[in-house]
């Protein structure tokens, strides 16, 4: 069998009757994330779901039930587990259960969603030609209310079932997602599970504007009113491990921390999200595999803040997207426009940066600096360059003027022993300035190469960090919108605020590293600022600078995919 000739589960049935692009993502693409929603429907099929009871009839007051029976239909391509079928008086029916109450008619009466009508009509069209007997009708039961709904099988709801096939065939063959919902069906949008990775208001709004490029992102307008049906923020925090010779286990649902046999910490596995290793720390095979199936990811990096990898759960199944991946990023046309869209916002922000930090007492704005003036007219220029290599030309003319008024960037102390900054180095950093902007800078690679993973690329596979043998270079793309905004605000947070001092960095020989009391001020800032809340230029929603990560990686997917015109870079204002 091949993907357009396996049997179609009935539960995709529904999905594709309720939003075709939801079916296209659980059963196409394979994303299964899952919320309170789907967690109350597993809860309320304990029972049916129970292997004890599968295949197993019991009579009970002159009722057959059998639960779990697994039926399949080549001719009409579907197959699928019901939940229950019960047989009375001689006639055999499906019930199926569902989560929460049942929807009330005009008159009050209870009755049957659409699309769990053509989920429980498929169940009776496998019953017929299993049993070889006719299933007029079926029953649904609603345990959020305990209501028992019977539903007749019509020859129109027959005809709708056969459509949902069709439409799942013609739905698997595409290399894109549908569009999202029109606006009349946008509240289905609320509670679902995948409405994080759908992103429906984001997707409309740039299918429906003609050149989101050309949005005045300097204006104080507020952008569209795209409603925000994704969180604001991620659940649970990232734990920094670093303390040299010590050790992670699990226990019952806790990472246990340990050092010299003696417990240090523990932590309940529900409230963390990711895992950095920072150095000489153990983490024990049962550890790594209890956080792979939370999908927790683990990173590496050595105590001198070089990222060396992640510990990530199975990469995600939506191959469709690697294969769109690869041949839009070999596209020189398309590798042009995104490198000048990531250009264009990471200059964009250097240079906000710059004139808020060095504007006078009485100035709005620092725009009068002459590096200011010289990043407007490299933004001016973007648009002409024809190549990525003039690209990253340009970029670098921008970061050289970026960093040679970086010095300017840090407040000296009453003291005068404050930090100092010539010039940019690295491999390795050779003063504390550059060594916090290196880690700075590694720390938020990490967090790109989760981003990208998370949406199913390949983060090795880039558009504008091309050629980069071993290194993850999509994730080096994503990064490089946001560097100034969280890496080198981080750094500035923590010098001019005096959160690190000179007895908070180690230097050996040429090189300059942080000590573990500066990590640990360092990893503190860096959540910070990552929880802070930000406006998106584009969509006007606020959302934590965590989320932004994911959600500009989406928009790059759809990008990818053909699903929007163009890709616009995150710009702060």
């Not at 523990?266 to 595999?289: D, F, I, K």
């Not at 990531?342 to 922000?349: F, H, P, Q, T």
């Not at 710059?354 to 620092?366: F, H, K, Q």
Request: glycine share 8%; proline share 6%.
């Amino acid at each position: 069998m091949s993907a357009t000739t396996d049997p179609i589960p009935v539960r995709a049935l529904n999905q594709v009757t309720y939003c075709p692009r939801l079916y296209y993502l659980q059963y196409v693409d394979c994303v299964m994330p899952v919320n309170e929603h789907v967690e109350g429907g597993l809860f309320d099929h304990r029972r049916v779901d129970s292997g004890d009871l599968k295949n197993k009839t019991r009579t009970d007051r002159g009722t057959a039930t059998s639960r779990g029976v697994a039926l399949s239909s080549e001719v009409l391509g579907i197959s699928g587990v019901l939940d229950v079928i019960e047989e009375k008086n001689g006639e055999q029916y499906p019930v199926e259960t569902k989560h929460g109450k049942a929807p009330h008619d005009d008159d009050g009466k209870p009755t049957v969603w659409d699309n769990d009508a053509v989920q429980l009509c498929a169940q009776a069209l496998l019953m017929e030609e299993a049993f070889g007997q006719p299933v007029p009708r079926g029953y649904q039961f609603h345990a959020g209310s305990r209501e028992r709904v019977p539903l007749e099988f019509t020859d129109a709801l027959r005809q709708k079932t056969r459509a949902a096939i069709t439409r799942c065939r013609e739905l698997q063959v595409l290399d894109a997602p549908p569009e999202p919902l029109p606006a009349e069906l946008r509240h289905r949008c609320f509670g679902c599970s995948l409405a994080s990775v759908c992103q429906p208001e984001e997707i409309l709004y740039q299918i429906g504007h003609p050149n989101p490029a050309d949005v005045d992102t300097s204006s104080a307008k507020t952008p569209p009113d795209v409603r925000l049906v994704i969180p604001k923020s991620d659940n649970g925090a990232v734990l920094y491990l670093q303390e040299p010779g010590s050790s992670v286990g699990k226990r019952s649902e806790h990472l246990v921390i340990k050092k010299d046999g003696k417990e240090m910490n523990r932590v309940p596995l529900h409230a963390v999200r990711q895992v950095v290793v920072c150095g000489n720390v153990q983490v024990s095979t049962q550890a790594l595999e209890t956080m792979a199936e939370n999908e927790i990811g683990v990173s590496y990096v050595t105590g001198h803040g070089r990222f060396i990898g992640s510990f990530v759960p199975a990469p995600a199944k939506n191959v469709s997207l690697r294969e769109a991946q690869f041949r839009k990023f070999s596209d020189p046309a398309a590798s042009l426009e995104l490198s000048k869209a990531v250009v264009r916002a990471k200059l964009a922000n250097q240079r906000t940066l710059l004139m808020r930090t060095l504007r006078g007492e009485e100035e709005a704005r620092g725009s009068h600096e002459p590096a200011a003036k010289g990043m407007y007219g490299l933004l001016a220029g973007l648009d002409r360059l024809t190549s990525v290599e003039s690209v990253l030309g340009t970029e670098g003319q921008g970061a050289a003027l970026y960093f040679g008024e970086f010095k300017r960037f840090l407040k000296q102390p009453p003291t005068g022993k404050g930090f100092d900054f010539t010039t940019r180095n690295r491999r390795p950093p050779r003063d504390p300035v550059n060594a916090v902007l290196s880690f700075a800078y590694a720390m938020l690679a990490k967090d790109c190469f989760a981003a990208v993973c998370t949406v199913g690329f390949d983060p090795y596979k880039g558009f504008f960090h091309q050629g980069r043998h071993g290194k993850p270079s999509f994730a080096l793309d994503l990064m490089e919108e946001f560097r100034p905004v969280i890496a080198d605000s981080v750094v500035l947070t923590l010098i001019n605020n005096e959160l690190l001092a000179p007895a908070d960095f180690i230097i050996w020989r040429d090189a300059c590293n942080l000590t573990d009391a500066g990590r640990k001020a360092f990893f503190a800032a860096y959540e910070q600022r990552k929880c802070t809340e930000v406006t998106h230029p584009v969509y006007g929603y606020r959302m934590s600078y965590a989320r932004m990560l994911e959600v500009q990686a989406r928009m790059l997917a759809a990008f990818v995919r053909g699903e929007i015109p163009t890709y616009t870079g995150f710009m702060v204002r």
